[in-house]
Each structure stands twice: as C-alpha cells, then as structure tokens.
C-alpha cells in the first residue's frame, strides 16, 4: 500500500491551486509555495495553510510510478474532502472532494485508472475517514455561516444538527478533539442516532455511499479510539458498539472492504473479534517503534533508543501475539507517516538503512505500506517537516532505493508465503546484529537474513527448522546466488545493512 499526502506529491492541474492570500483559516491567510521549498510556513502564514498544488490529476498521471515502477497495487490517500486546512482533517464537507484537490470528478477518474488493468495491475484505493470530529466549516455546525441556506448547530439549539455534538453551554463551550477548538466532536448518541446513520448507517450514508457510488475499497479510520457520544472520550462500550455498526455498514456495500484505526498501542480491543470492529490498525507499536530503533537507533519521534536483534525478535513476537492471524496480515507496516519523523531523517541520511529497512518491511509479517517519498529515503523532521514535497528526480529506478523496493515488491507478490505464510525466528546473533526469520506455506519455504552491522558478515542459517532437507537448494531472489543446504543449514554471507531473501 502507497501512502500519498495529495498536496505534497504532484501538480497535474495548476488551474485549482490554492493561491496566496485566497482565503483566511483561523485568521492565517493560505501561502502558495514552490514545489520543493520548506513545508514550514514563511512569517505571516501558518503550516496549515501552505500549499504546493499537489491533487489528484498529479496522482492520476503519477500512477505508472506507483503501479509499474513500485509495484504497489492499493493507494491510501490523506483526507481529500472539502477543507480549508492542507491536512484537511478539519471536514467542511463529507459528500464533495476539495475543490483544490480536483474535485469529485478528477476523483472518480482517479478511481476508475486505479481499478484499470490496461495501466498496470489492477489495484486499490482506501480514503482516510475522519469521523471522531468535524471543522467549525462544516454545515453541520457551520459557525461562520459557510453554508447560507443552512442552520447549523452553532447558530441555533433548534437546528437538526444540534443533537450531533456536544454542548456544555451553547454556543461557545462544546467537546472538541484534544482541545481544538476548530475540531468540534461529533456526539453519536445511541444506536440509530442521526448522526451514526448520516456517518454510516443508511446506504447513503457517507461510508457506504463513497464505496456504492465511487466504488472506494477501504477507509483508514482517524482517531477512532475518541469517537463516542455525550462528548465522552472513547475507548469504551460505546465506541466499541460505533465501529461495530460501521463495520456492518461498510461490510455490506462491500464485504471485501479494508478497515483499518489508527491506534499507537495495542489495538486488540478493537480487532480481537468481540465483536468484529477493525481488519487491522496503524502498526505503530509492533513495526514502526521497534524497527526505528533497531535500525536507526531513534524512536520514531527521533529520539535516541536503541534496541538489539534479540530485543527486536521479543518485541516483534509480543506485538504478534496481540492479534489474531487474519489482522496480523492486515496491519500497516510502514517506516514514516504524516505523524511522524521521517525514517530517512532518523536514519541520518544513510540510504543502506533504508534498504536494511525495505527488505524487512517487505518479508515481515503485514501489509507493507509506503509513505510517499520513504522508497528513496526522503528525509524530513516533525510535523509539517514530514510533509515535505515528492522529489520526481528520485521517483525512478535510477535511484538505487527505489529499484530496491521494486524488486522486493515483485519478490513479495511471487510469494504468498511472504504474504500470508507463518513465521518462525531463525536467528539471532546480538554480536553480528544479524537477524534471520522463515516465512513459508506449503508450497514454499523462506528464509530471510538480514543484516544491521555496518560490514559484512558470515552467518550458519537452520533452515532445517523450515524442514528444508539436507542437499536441496535456496536461491537469494534479490541476488540470485544459490545455496546448498548441509548438515541443515545454509551459510550466508551478508553486507551490512543489506539483507538476502532465500527462497526454495
């Protein structure tokens, strides 16, 4: 899965960018920047509201990169409905693509070349659901009259929309998410409450209707765990009953939908089938963290943390043993998000990291996700520094990272043991930091090296554990040596953060 930040991966229509001094958002005029300057805004604007031009159109036109040149066959794309923010996790507009971004057309096109086979593999797409809060926008609450011929809750305790948030004295003191202001919450009351059938419980609600008009396969879902009612802060009984309507609600317009929270911990409570609630979360806890601070020695907020092979294997079997094998398969295993530092930036700039990176990313046991730019090592800081624009110099296999993760990609979709076969640890030398696991099904066996020292080294592999017999041979994928196996095992030879893929 490819993750894009619209605004910040390709222009394909100068005609809709967000020009400088456009408009005003909590009193900071909108900035135009070029592409490739900081994301961070110059004196008199705020980050919210620069903008670079990226939209859909430049996705469009950008999809035999993402299709042909990765190999990625599912998009998961930042909110794009109506919103005066970049981020745009500030709703103003749940029915309508932001005009900025092209609009419902350019999106429904997006859609149909993303499904197209004659492009490329047919693939994916997932939205990103903000669904805990809305902006001050949208017409719901419409504080600044952004919808004239509506009466929103802020404007009125009579207006239909009242009852959808929370108000501790009307109209200035309401729940919001985190203390934003900006960010009123939603109040989803009980079952069969307005608000929950307008989120998702009729056929036109606004998680079924973009996957039964738009034909959408999937939603990322925002802060789920605050999602509640009375203006409660989730995590409880009620939260748990929201997502599991939502998931009935999704599942019927398409049972094959993708469904995943953003959660940072453990996210079983909402994955663990008591009842069926999410398909997977946000795997900050058991991928993100732990690699971070294997291979770069830094958390993914760039502080200093560093971890050993064995820790990393303990970690990793401890965050797997959270979750059943169908949500395993399904969580997002990325290096870097919107929320994040950048893992090229964590990796001091080392490019071989990212390959040592790459080449867990895409054997581990999950559903690889790539934040834009991480396939060439992008570097980037904290919000809005992790943002930054996509550098198309880089976006090609002359970039030695890029035609890594290429070829890993083809390696995983030759193998659905790398996708869906168990795993076993095979090795773990803390003095070598060499780290080796087995993935296989029953047609075949997998064992992965790699290698997080910086020079080479020499490492037995006991692939008889993945009941390879004595005389028969693995190929490394990725550099086409062959290896005989003797005595049960394989002798690999490593460079440092590099890795091998033996397959049988």
């Given at each position: ?104 057309a350019a999106f429904s096109q997006l859609v149909s070349d993303i499904h197209s086979s004659s492009n490329g593999p047919a693939g994916h797409i997932v939205l990103d659901g903000v669904f805990n809060h809305t902006g001050t926008w949208d017409q719901w609450f419409n504080e ?73 396969d999937g939603w990322r879902l925002d802060a789920a765990q605050y999602a509640d009612a009375g203006g409660n802060n989730g995590s409880d009984a009620t939260n748990h009953q929201i997502w599991q309507e939502f998931r009935n609600g999704v599942k019927s317009a398409n049972p ?249």
């Amino acid at each position: 899965m490819y993750q894009i930040f619209p605004d910040r991966f390709y222009n394909g229509n100068t005609s809709n960018d967000v020009q400088t001094n456009q408009y005003s958002y909590l009193g900071s005029p909108t900035e135009h920047k070029t592409w490739g300057s900081s994301p961070v805004a110059d004196s008199g604007y705020s980050n919210s509201t620069v903008f670079f031009g990226g939209d859909l159109q430049g996705i469009d036109q950008k999809l035999s990169y993402i299709k042909n040149t990765l190999g990625a066959n599912a998009i998961y794309l930042n909110p794009i409905f109506t919103s005066p923010s970049n981020h745009k996790y500030d709703t103003q507009d749940y029915n309508n693509v932001d005009p900025s971004l092209g609009g419902n057309a350019a999106f429904s096109q997006l859609v149909s070349d993303i499904h197209s086979s004659s492009n490329g593999p047919a693939g994916h797409i997932v939205l990103d659901g903000v669904f805990n809060h809305t902006g001050t926008w949208d017409q719901w609450f419409n504080e600044y009259n952004t919808y004239p011929g509506v009466t929103g809750a802020y404007q009125s305790q009579s207006s239909q929309y009242y009852p959808y948030y929370t108000f501790q004295q009307w109209p200035n003191q309401y729940s919001t998410f985190l203390g934003y202001s900006s960010l009123p919450k939603l109040d989803y009351g009980s079952s069969g409450s307005a608000v929950r059938n307008a989120i998702y419980g009729n056929t036109n609600s606004i998680a079924q209707n973009w996957i039964r008009q738009y034909g959408i396969d999937g939603w990322r879902l925002d802060a789920a765990q605050y999602a509640d009612a009375g203006g409660n802060n989730g995590s409880d009984a009620t939260n748990h009953q929201i997502w599991q309507e939502f998931r009935n609600g999704v599942k019927s317009a398409n049972p094959n939908a993708l469904i995943f929270g953003e959660y940072w911990g453990n996210a079983n409570a909402w994955t663990n089938g008591s009842p069926w609630q999410w398909d997977g979360a946000t795997n900050y806890d058991g991928f993100t963290q732990p690699v971070s601070e294997w291979i770069t020695g830094e958390d993914y907020s760039g502080n200093s943390a560093s971890i050993g092979v064995s820790q990393l294997d303990s970690w990793l079997r401890g965050t797997r043993a959270n979750y059943p094998t169908p949500v395993q398969d399904v969580m997002p295993n990325f290096l870097s998000s919107h929320d994040i530092t950048r893992f090229g930036q964590r990796a001091g700039g080392d490019i071989w990291k990212t390959y040592l990176a790459a080449f867990l990313q895409m054997t581990y046991v999950g559903l690889p996700t790539i934040y834009y730019g991480d396939e060439y090592g992008m570097q980037g800081g904290a919000d809005p520094d992790d943002r930054r624009t996509f550098d198309w110099s880089q976006g090609n296999t002359g970039n030695s990272a890029v035609a890594l993760f290429q070829k890993l990609i083809s390696i995983r979709n030759s193998y659905p043991a790398l996708r869906t076969g168990s795993f076993i640890t095979l090795a773990t030398d803390d003095a070598n930091k060499i780290y080796s696991f087995g993935r296989m099904d029953q047609n075949n066996r997998i064992a992965v090296v790699l290698n997080n020292d910086t020079t080479t080294h020499t490492e037995s592999i006991p692939v008889y554990q993945l009941s390879v017999t004595d005389g028969s041979q693995l190929t490394d994928r990725v550099s086409g040596q062959v290896y005989t196996v003797q005595n049960g095992q394989v002798t690999v030879t490593v460079q440092g953060h590099y890795g091998a893929i033996l397959a049988q």
